[in-house]
Structures are given as structure tokens and as C-alpha cells.
DNA sequence: TATATTTAATAGGAATAATTTATATTAATA
DNA sequence: TATTAATATAAATTATTCCTATTAAATATA
């Protein structure tokens, strides 16, 4: 049994097509064939069950592929002890970022991370919070920056900041000009909300729908706060932006923000990686980088942490 | 990086040696060298000090070898996957025990865990605890069993069963014929007790001496229960023995025997395995199998665990 | 039904890598 | 300095992996 062979499995397994896992171990599909075929004879047992398509896995194959990743995930932290005693935080880095972190976070730290670390090399994915997870367990990203808490037991989380929600109301809604508002005030507007698979509108919705039925004339889903803050300049409804997002706004667009009494509804940022603590070092870095980055600009205790997990109940903290 | 590499590194580590490593490895000394050679090249250190004699480990070699040994565990579990699937309770299983522990427990067990797993080949390993623990995380073992707590971070602990200590006190005993006796009425005696390395010895040092000077003539360590009964018949101190080892004396030793109070003195056995969980599978069928065979023969609840590690306090259970 | 098309398995040979035997080097010790 | 013990190196052998080419099987299409 050799590291290769497990890594052609679980190709395999992840493809459900002999040919295309070998393109993408880099060999041709007859030496994939013959190793997949060794390893199954050591084990006296068949992973693949070639008679379906796409190929299926069977029962033994299920648990050996899920065994094969657990070794290859260990030997591939070799190479992180290595580093890690150098002192060296270097190579690939894959750091995914759900897009409405993304265009605020970056540009706070992107800068100190490429100049404190010139031997790292830092790729960027801005993608949808479940396609971050799937790609994180997979071994596709090394870390990702979502909204939390995910509930998932294979997935560490370690919250760097939480930033509150708020409202930005156009001038003729009733509550315009109120000092502070609560989630209740809202119950009856129009929502201007970004589009599905993005975390934040499930956020919203557990503020203003979880035990209340909307009660608005209509909801807008969008792909940017752009498009939501013009829309709802027009007087078509309400929106809400996560605190970064109102740093960047003009003088005249500031005077719609309400925010929230307290406690505050908020969202908690956090660093999600897995269990398997690949690359740890790097990330913990990255972790202190960015508390001390995010601690000026987030200090907000009174929060609710509103789920981005449909139907949850906030959290207090 | 193959597996075997890794095997051999591991093999040099424990040996400090490469001939004998070599040896261990069934391949010859060229062999090994090159494979460690082409690791340490791969990974871009020295894994091993050839100027010291024997050979030392270099900072990062310490935790080089520590992570080939989970990797190795990893992949040696992939077995344990097929034969869990096939149902199959088979293959080698080493196995060791205290001897305090031994003598009592194998004939209650023995029988039934041959017949009904014959296709299991079990190897029994009478040692001390700590040499024991030794072998168990260096993989010489499976499973053993043993007096717990032994408060290990890299090993799990499952109590089996809760067994009594009895006092075996001859007749001129000033104790002697009480129906129930407290460890302080034999704080002024002779102790009669196995030899050091024995953990049996340690539970009872804390039972007796913890808080309190030894204030008896004098102490003789032995290294079976047999011998000290024989001296304590002859009137030349108290003993102690496990209440499985009391089943087996005849009607005159009987009478010497006074149990304690409750709650009684007792030491905790367990089966103790490492946290890698290898041959898991094994292990819970033969956890089930001696629960079922001793709840018949122990049932003590009011119990105090007396610590075989020196020097610690009884845990109510 | 016959014919493409897709996909995995097989065969044979080239390239690569692991292992062995034999030998050299090195370091410690008498 | 000679001797011993232990690791490294060299050359040859063996084993393995991998590739190219081809076959076989299954599926889709005409």
C-alpha cells in the first residue's frame, strides 16, 4: 500500500470516472487502473463498483476512502512540520471568503499579509458559504472566512470579530431619523435582499422572518449591496449592511444608516478551518493578523449573533 | 514519500541504529540508509544526528518521527477497516497484563475468547504497567490491561471492573476476627507487599502510608501474593490481596481474610488502549465479552479507587 | 439491429525506483 | 596505530511503476 495508491482512490471516488481521475493525478488511465486494482487486491476487498454509472462505491469502499483520506491529510502535514519548524510561512495557500466579507476584509489586510509573509503565496476564493465548506473538506481551499456558526463537526471555527447589521432606511420610511432602532420596527417593510446562496440574506431572514411572517408588499434579491443601497435611494424598500460595508458609504448615504439598539444584531466573522489542522501554522498567523487588524476598527460587545443557518435562534454575547 | 520510508524512519528512531534497524525492517542496512536519505532529502532536513553515538535525533526529526507514527497508525488501521466490514474478529492481537492482575482474570476469560474467535491468535504479555504503556504506544501492543487511572493523555481507559482489596491478617492479629475493618486500625503494622514495579504495591502504599508515616517494624517486597501469605502465616506481618486472588485459597487461608468497610478500598481495571484506536473493532468485542463475564463475579459499588500511581487520592465511585 | 462512442481492463515494453552485494569511509576504542 | 563497529557509496539486480497500444464491454445513436 503506497500514499500514491490512495490518492488514485480517492481521485477516483471524488470523480466517479476512472479517466478523469487520472487526468487529474497526472497519469494515464491504465496506471491508475492497475494501482486501484493493487490496492484492492492487498486489501482482499473492492472499493469501485464498476457495474454502475457514474461508478458507486461500495460499503467497505465508502469507509476505506473515508480511511485513505485521513492518511493522506497526515502525510500531507509532513511537509507543515517542516515548515513550521523553519519558522518558514511559505507555499500555496488556498483562503476562501464568502462574498459579503470579502470586498471589506481584503483591502484591511491583504496588504500587511503579502509584505509580512513574501515567501507566502495567497489564492483568493469568493464564493458562496456552502461551496467554501464543500472545497475546504475536500482539501480544495485551506481556510475560509465566513460567517458562523456553521454547525459542522468536522469544521473548526475561530471567530475573529463580530459586526453588527445595519439598517439603511430611506428618507420617507416611518422610522427614519430614530436614534436607535430594534428588529421589530422593521417587520413590515419591503426587503431589498441579496439573492439566494448567500449567507447573509439567511442571516436577515432568521432578524425579520424566523417567527414572524413577512408581511412586506415585496422582496428584491440582488447580487450587490450596490444595487440594493440605489434601490432603496428610490424609496422601494429597506436594506441592511454589515457595519464594514457603511465605512465606505458618502456623506449623503450615511444619513439613512439606523443602527440597532442594543444588543446589537450582528454577524460573527470567523476563520473556519478542518479538523485535520492542515497548515495550522499559517493559520494561525493569519488568526493573529487579523485580530489585531480587526480590533480597532470591531468593538462591539452587546451583540446577537444571528445564524447564517436558516431558522436558528441568535446567540448572545 | 512512501509509507515504507516512513517505517524505516520510525525504525531508526526506536532503534537508534541503522544495522538493527535494518534488521527489524527484513531489509539490509543499504536499503534502509537510502530510503532515509531520499526522506530527508524530499523533506529538506536531517531527520538524524550521525555524529552522536548511538545516532540522535535532530529538534525536527523529534517531531518528523512523531508524525510518521500517525501516519503509520493511519494506514495499518486501513486493515482494521476491511476486517470490521467483514465481520471477521482475526488476524494477531498482542495483548498484556499485570501480573497482579493475570493469574485471576485470564481463566475467566481465556476459554470463551479462543472459542468463540478462532480466527483471532492472541498473545499474552505478562509486564509491569510501565512497561506495558511502553509498548503500547510504541505499537508492541494492542491493548492491555491494568490498574487504573494511569492519567495518560495518548491512552483511553475503559473500567472493566472495581475489585476490593481484602486484608489477610493471621490469627494474632489485634484485628483480627473484626468483622469489618478501616485502613486506619493496620496503619502500625508489618506490610507484607509485592516488590517494587509492581503497581498492586503503589495502591496499597497510598491506601496505607499516603497521609500517614509508615509506622510498622519493617517491609519485605516479594514478588508473589503466594510467598506472603505464607510469611503472613507465619506471623511476620499483614498482606493484601485482590478479591479475585481470594477465591482460590483454601478453607484455613479463608479465615484470615477481612474485608473492608464500606466504602472498600478497591483498585480500578481497566483496558487501556491507545488513542489511535488500531483494532478497535477487537477491543470492544473483548470488552464485551469480560463485562459479561464479571458482572457476575464483581459487584461492588460502594467503592474508593486507590490510585497505582504514587501518591494520588481514592476517587469515591 | 448495426454502428459509434465512451470507458475500463489488459499486454508488452521502457523507465524508474528499490533492493542487494560488495566495498569504502568514518568514528570510536583499545 | 591497529581494530572494531557502523554508516555511506557504487554497481548490479530485481521489482515496480508507468506509458503506449489495444481490447473488451457498455452505452448511446443512427
Do not use: W
Not at 470523480?15 to 497519469?27: D, L, P, S
Not at 469568493?126 to 458562523?148: M, R
Request: aromatic content about 8%; glycine content about 4%.
Amino acid at each position: 500500500m503506497t500514499i500514491v495508491q490512495l490518492k488514485y482512490a480517492i481521485a477516483v471516488a471524488e470523480h466517479r470516472n476512472f479517466t478523469i481521475a487520472a487526468e487529474k493525478c497526472f497519469v494515464t488511465q491504465p496506471t491508475l487502473s492497475m494501482q486501484i486494482q493493487k490496492l484492492e487486491g492487498e486489501l482482499e476487498i473492492t472499493i469501485f463498483d464498476r457495474s454502475k454509472k457514474p461508478i458507486g462505491m461500495t460499503e467497505v469502499g465508502t469507509k476505506i476512502i473515508q480511511q485513505c483520506k485521513k492518511i493522506v491529510s497526515e502525510s500531507e502535514k509532513m511537509q507543515d512540520v517542516v515548515d513550521k519548524d523553519r519558522g518558514v510561512i511559505g507555499g500555496n495557500f488556498k483562503l476562501g471568503i464568502v462574498p459579503t466579507i470579502m470586498p471589506t476584509l481584503l483591502p484591511i489586510f491583504l496588504d500587511e499579509l503579502v509584505s509580512k509573509y513574501p515567501m507566502l503565496k495567497v489564492s483568493f476564493f469568493e464564493l458562496p458559504t456552502f461551496e467554501l465548506i464543500d472545497k475546504l473538506k475536500n482539501n480544495g481551499l485551506d481556510l475560509i472566512i465566513a460567517s458562523t456558526p456553521l454547525e459542522d463537526d468536522e469544521l473548526i471555527e475561530k471567530p475573529i470579530y463580530y459586526e453588527p447589521f445595519v439598517a439603511y432606511l430611506p428618507e420617507k420610511n416611518k422610522n427614519f431619523g430614530k436614534k436607535e432602532i430594534i428588529p421589530k420596527d422593521l417587520y413590515s417593510n419591503d426587503l431589498l435582499l441579496l439573492r439566494d446562496g448567500h449567507c447573509f440574506r439567511n442571516s436577515i431572514e432568521n432578524l425579520c422572518f424566523d417567527c414572524h411572517e413577512y408581511k412586506g408588499k415585496f422582496e428584491l434579491k440582488s447580487g450587490s449591496f450596490e444595487t440594493l443601497i440605489n434601490l432603496a435611494d428610490q424609496g422601494l424598500g429597506i436594506t441592511f449592511l454589515p457595519y464594514l460595508h457603511t465605512l465606505r458609504l458618502n456623506s449623503n448615504q450615511k444619513k439613512m444608516l439606523h443602527s440597532f439598539k442594543n444588543p446589537k444584531p450582528a454577524r460573527e466573522v470567523s476563520l473556519v478551518y478542518h479538523k485535520n489542522e492542515n497548515k495550522i501554522h499559517i493559520i494561525n498567523e493569519i488568526k493573529d493578523l487579523l485580530n489585531k487588524l480587526t480590533k480597532r476598527k470591531l468593538q462591539f460587545n452587546d451583540v446577537n449573533i444571528i445564524s447564517p443557518i436558516k431558522n436558528r435562534e441568535a446567540i448572545r454575547v
